[in-house]
């Protein structure tokens, strides 16, 4: 059984982008140009934030499993728009599996980013997982109580 944040993972891309997505050891540090990085931060139960590295193949998945479509069809707008409703609902089953179900959270909206998140010096807790050949990474940073 994997643990939470991966079974977290696992449920939302099997979900939203019918992706069958496993953990997995981590390759070479991907150029930021090979796709974008999602960004969310979070003031409630405790403040932190969330950034998950997707490759290009894999946005264009995301996008073509919610909207029913080939991505090319797709206006700009809503290639971003399906990762970011991707990104909103990761994040929210994350921190109830972190936090419980009884634990009001507070996010704040997803976001793109176009460069990997500047990196506390404690370092954020880091899971890699693949779909098929293409690594996917998702940053973890929480501030200590």
């Keep these: ?3 939470p944040e991966m079974a977290a993972l696992i449920l939302t891309f099997e979900e939203m982008a019918f992706l069958d ?10 150029a ?12 409630r139960p405790r ?5 998950l590295f997707l490759p290009k193949a894999i946005k264009f998945a995301v996008a073509e499993g919610i909207y029913g479509v080939s991505w090319d069809a797709l206006e700009p707008g809503q290639l971003d728009d399906s990762l970011l409703e991707l990104m909103n609902v990761l994040a929210g089953r ?6 419980g179900t009884g634990s ?3 996010m704040g909206l997803p976001t793109v ?7 506390p010096g404690t370092g954020p807790q880091r899971f890699v997982f693949h779909a098929d050949n293409d690594e996917l990474v998702l ?5 200590a109580l």
């Design 47 to 51: 403040t932190g934030w969330l950034a």
């Design 21 to 30: 997505v496993a953990p997995g050891p981590a390759r070479e540090p991907r």
């Design 113 to 119: 980013l176009y460069d990997p998140p500047d990196q």
């Design 94 to 99: 994350l921190l109830t599996g972190r936090h």
């Design 104 to 106: 009001p959270c507070s």
């Design 139 to 143: 940053l973890w940073y929480e501030a």
């Design 32 to 43: 930021p140009e090979d796709g974008p990085w999602l960004g969310l931060t979070y003031t």
């Design 1 to 3: 059984m994997p643990d």
